[in-house]
């Protein structure tokens, strides 16, 4: 079976554009290829986390992966701090990377901006990391978020430019994506739904009933409704989600109504919510289960850890040797 790498950091709860982008994918491609779905904790601590929260947060994430349906049992889940292979690779791969491709990394530029008081070597070297995060395991497909292409291109680049210098080595990825792989945020649907922006910004997986009713309530839409296409950004980003949650009648009412100008947002607010809090049911039920043995997940989490390790000493060894260091 071929490989395939994904995961998250673990930076805050997860959301429904990590779902739509990500994980609804993994879902239907576990069946298909061998996966190793990561926790990145080493990235996340590029946003300056307390440790208390980096840790809770691995854990967090861990139970919303199995909640969500990856099965560990078919699928590899593991912490990317507890296979240090990683940090290795990295240093190996930053000696070949010149800084010009990372500078002009967008998701460097974001994070520059978000945090303006830590813009620390990390955020900088993020896609060098990420890169190895998916090349140790030579994987060949990598289903992310539309977020993400940049940090994939740049992971072909490390390989073709391994490959080139020492042998053919790792394969060139290809990404994966869906047609939910960019949900816009509730607060600014100009920027993309995110984790460390603050809860009002997303949907949580974990998110109640009514938390999803009130965070949608105020949801930006737009004022004077001109039922004109292309729709501004906060209806467009309603119009996507009804598509990905709602029945297609449902969806088709609203677009009717929309073009006749006589839609009422409360309304498309109040039918989606409902069909997001019932999408997430059985996961809520299933990740109240989870919360209760900790343990279990913490043990499925070194079991896979350990696994990934196996595959991760292999690569670094061959590395090792083609590059001089053994
Ligand atoms: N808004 C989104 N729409 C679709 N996909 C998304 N992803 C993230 N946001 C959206 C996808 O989720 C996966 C996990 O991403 P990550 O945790 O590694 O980092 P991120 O993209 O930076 O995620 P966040 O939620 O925005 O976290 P913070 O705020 O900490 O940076 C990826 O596949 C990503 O594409």
């Known amino acids: 079976m071929k490989r395939l790498v994904s995961g998250m950091q673990p930076s805050g709860q997860l959301h429904i554009g990590n779902y739509l982008g990500a994980i609804k994918n993994w879902l239907q491609l576990q069946e298909q290829y061998e996966c190793v779905f990561g926790m990145y904790d080493l990235h996340a601590m590029t946003e300056g986390l307390a440790p208390e929260a980096l840790k809770?947060?691995?854990?967090?994430?861990?139970?919303?992966?199995?909640?969500?349906?990856?099965?560990?049992?078919?699928?590899?889940?593991?912490?990317?701090?507890?296979?240090?292979?990683h940090t290795y690779l990295a240093w190996i791969f930053n000696t070949l990377t010149p800084v010009s491709?990372?500078?002009?990394?967008?998701?460097?530029k974001d994070k520059s901006q978000q945090f303006a008081k830590n813009i620390n070597m990390g955020l900088l070297d993020y896609p060098v990391l990420m890169a190895v995060d998916i090349l140790l395991y030579k994987a060949v497909v990598v289903p992310v978020g539309e977020d993400q292409t940049a940090h994939i291109e740049l992971t072909r680049e490390i390989a073709r430019t391994f490959n080139s210098r020492y042998g053919e080595t790792f394969p060139e990825p290809k990404m994966i994506s869906g047609p939910g792989a960019r949900i816009m945020s509730l607060v600014d649907p100009t920027v993309k739904m995110s984790k460390s922006k603050g809860p009002n910004h997303y949907i949580a997986l974990n998110d109640s009933p009514e938390i999803i009713k009130k965070k949608l309530a105020s949801a930006v839409?737009?004022?004077?409704?001109?039922?004109?296409?292309?729709?501004?950004?906060?209806?467009?980003?309603?119009?996507?989600?009804?598509?990905?949650?709602?029945?297609?009648?449902t969806r088709e009412k609203f677009e009717t109504t929309y073009h006749k100008k006589t839609i009422r947002y409360a309304e498309v607010k109040a039918t989606l919510a409902e069909d997001i809090s019932s999408h997430f049911a059985d996961f809520r039920n299933r990740r109240a289960d989870l919360e209760k043995h900790p343990d279990k997940v913490l043990d499925i989490l070194r079991e896979g850890s350990a696994h990934a390790q196996t595959i991760a000493r292999a690569t670094l060894k061959e590395v090792k040797e083609k590059v001089g260091l053994l």
Do not use: C, H
């Open 101 to 108: 491709w990372l500078e002009r990394v967008p998701t460097y």
């Open 56 to 85: 809770k947060n691995v854990l967090e994430t861990a139970m919303d992966y199995l909640a969500s349906g990856i099965d560990p049992q078919k699928s590899t889940l593991m912490v990317q701090s507890w296979v240090p292979e």
């Open 221 to 249: 839409t737009d004022t004077g409704n001109d039922g004109k296409e292309p729709k501004r950004p906060g209806v467009a980003n309603l119009f996507q989600l009804l598509n990905l949650f709602s029945k297609v009648e």
